[in-house]
């Protein structure tokens, strides 16, 4: 089964686990909270499994986000640098 993934639901996944936080990830990608959470949720069900534990002071990395947070940053990092040599 071919599955995509988004870059824009990997770049929500980066700026949370950077920022610990959704509120502050969506204020740095001039997103709505609800909308970063809903993008959070999406890639959760691509992956079949929680990337990321919540509670109401802090956001954390489970052991399978922690995994996938390289591969995460890697693929952002490479869409970007594509887009800036065609542009």
């Given at each position: 089964?071919?599955?995509n993934i988004d870059v824009d639901?990997?770049?929500s996944f980066v700026t949370v686990a950077e920022l610990?936080?959704?509120t502050r990830a969506a204020a740095a990608l001039f997103r709505s909270q609800s909308t970063v959470s809903?993008?959070?949720r999406r890639l959760e069900e691509l992956a079949g499994?929680?990337?990321l534990q919540r509670?109401?002071?802090e956001v954390l990395l489970t052991r399978a986000g922690e995994q996938f947070l390289g591969?995460?940053?890697r693929i952002?990092?490479?869409h970007d640098e594509a887009l800036d040599v065609i542009n």
């Amino acid at each position: 089964m071919l599955r995509n993934i988004d870059v824009d639901l990997l770049r929500s996944f980066v700026t949370v686990a950077e920022l610990k936080s959704f509120t502050r990830a969506a204020a740095a990608l001039f997103r709505s909270q609800s909308t970063v959470s809903t993008q959070i949720r999406r890639l959760e069900e691509l992956a079949g499994q929680t990337l990321l534990q919540r509670s109401p002071h802090e956001v954390l990395l489970t052991r399978a986000g922690e995994q996938f947070l390289g591969y995460a940053r890697r693929i952002v990092a490479l869409h970007d640098e594509a887009l800036d040599v065609i542009n």
